[in-house]
């Protein structure tokens, strides 16, 4: 098995994103881009122009680097510098400095094995750029979707008779390979997907047991045996269980797909569980199958219940399970992502997280929940505003005055004419008490695209903002 690498702590060097290849590149016609020498299997992470001598200290890695060779004077030596700099292939332009790619520039590239393309003289490098941002953004959405399906899938087999076997099956099947679920001494206790050779099977041993709940120790691991590459997470249930993936490749959304796999199989396997709690997971299992709240609150414990919305974390997939132990619950949903939602038990207080941004509704009986759902986003929002960790929800005041109907049509009406994303700038923008910098920060803007948005939604609802009852009137319907 080769060096086996901590997966929740390695730092990426390349943008989270599908791999675009040179191949796909070389395959959009409309560019002509021709390949000299090198492999066209290279992956591409963005293009980068540069006329210097020496690139090499303007280069991330991973670069389709473009240039015309304007001073190009020593080209086995800038080849070299490329290759030094990580870059993933080299472009040349030819014209207006060179009529045809150099051949010494040729064959320098063919002895260090740098991919050489040649671009014609009728395509700008944006245009290379913009294409090769395209392709980025197709692989981008496709991955996208099908982490999605994966998700689904997971989450309706987790709801099966035999719940730990399915969700085995459903990963193994969504990941193209096999997926193992580890006892504590290290044998396989279930598994599912396609054989692996004995030499991978033992590698996915070996990795298993580097991780675990012992303190210090990784919550997952990557590495590669038998021709496959491999994996291990650690579940939360305490008892010691690991759950193992072989497969032939790996792809960005890989991770995320086996990080929902072990918050479900953690819950699944957790031993000791309560009958209160196996309802409680079960209610939850059946909202995020798509029952009714009515239907899934039936199962609940009378309460007063309380709805967490929160963003923030560490990036991984056991950050949500973290917070959700933290604050008391195994009651969390991802799908929102990358929002979270809990539900927390009664007599389990909220407080501040490290990482996180919270908004906290008013406790809330379990066919009363969909309102503290509500109650819970408008508190995130404000929270996020006024970049507090956490915020909670607002009882009575003026708005407990008047009649919920009543001030549900009449905010409908004053604010038809402005679009989700001006009444969010309209909502924040108010709540900052009109400052342009706190407002533009809060949405992650500049100050003066605040000020574009603000204006049109003062011509839109054709009022003065600078009115203190207009704004008032505004900030109450916006509630």
């Known amino acids: 098995m080769s060096a086996v690498r901590d997966a929740s702590r390695e730092p990426s060097s390349t943008p989270p994103v599908p791999r675009v290849t040179l191949a796909a590149l070389l395959a959009r016609r409309e560019l002509g881009l021709r390949l000299l020498t090198g492999p066209d299997d290279v992956a591409l992470h963005w293009v980068h122009t540069s006329e210097m001598e020496d690139p090499y200290p303007y280069l991330l890695g991973g670069e389709l680097l473009m240039t015309a060779g304007v001073q190009l004077r020593d080209p086995a030596r800038y080849a070299e510098r490329v290759v030094e700099a990580g870059a993933a292939a080299l472009g040349f332009g030819v014209t207006p400095v060179y009529d045809t790619v150099p051949a010494e520039l040729v064959a320098a590239c063919a002895r260090l094995g740098l991919p050489l393309i040649e671009v014609p003289p009728g395509t700008p490098f944006t245009a290379v750029a913009r294409a090769l941002w395209r392709l980025m953004a197709e692989a981008r959405l496709h991955e996208l979707r099908r982490v999605t399906e994966a998700q689904q899938s997971l989450a309706a087999a987790a709801a099966r008779p035999a719940p730990v076997p399915a969700v085995l099956g459903a990963l193994a099947s969504r990941l193209g390979g096999r997926a193992v679920l580890f006892g504590a001494d290290g044998t396989e206790s279930a598994s599912a997907g396609r054989g692996v050779p004995p030499e991978a099977a033992r590698a996915l041993a070996d990795l298993a047991g580097v991780v675990g709940p012992r303190p210090g120790g990784p919550a997952s691991a990557s590495g590669e045996g038998g021709g496959l590459r491999l994996a291990a997470y650690a579940l939360g249930g305490g008892d010691g269980l690991v759950l193992g993936v072989a497969t032939e490749r790996r792809d960005p959304g890989d991770h995320t797909v086996a990080g929902v796999a072990v918050v479900l199989l953690s819950l699944l396997t957790a031993s000791h569980r309560a009958a209160d709690v ?71 207080a909220v407080t501040a997280q490290p990482g996180w941004t919270l908004g906290v509704s008013a406790p809330a009986a379990p066919d009363a929940l969909p309102g503290a759902d509500a109650q819970a986003a408008r508190a995130l929002r404000r929270a996020e505003a006024t970049r507090t960790p956490l915020a909670r929800h607002r009882a009575n005041g003026l708005a407990g005055l008047v009649d919920p109907d009543e001030a549900a049509a009449h905010a409908r009406v004053l604010l038809a004419p402005l679009s989700e994303p001006q009444a969010e700038t309209l909502r924040t923008w108010l709540s900052l008490h009109g400052s342009w910098d706190r407002t533009a920060a809060a949405l992650g803007v500049h100050r003066n695209t605040v000020r574009q948005r603000i204006a049109r939604c003062a011509v839109l609802l054709g009022r003065d903002l600078d009115d203190p009852d207009v704004r008032m009137e505004l900030w109450f319907a916006l509630r």
Do not use: Y
């Open 278 to 348: 196996s309802a409680r997971d079960g209610a939850l299992t059946r909202l995020l199958l798509g029952a009714s709240p009515a239907e899934a609150a039936a199962s609940l414990s009378p309460g007063p219940w309380t709805v967490v919305h929160a963003r923030g974390g560490d990036g991984t997939p056991f950050a949500a399970a973290t917070l959700a132990a933290a604050l008391g619950t195994d009651l969390v949903d991802t799908a929102g992502a990358p929002a979270v939602r809990l539900l927390v038990p009664p007599g389990a």
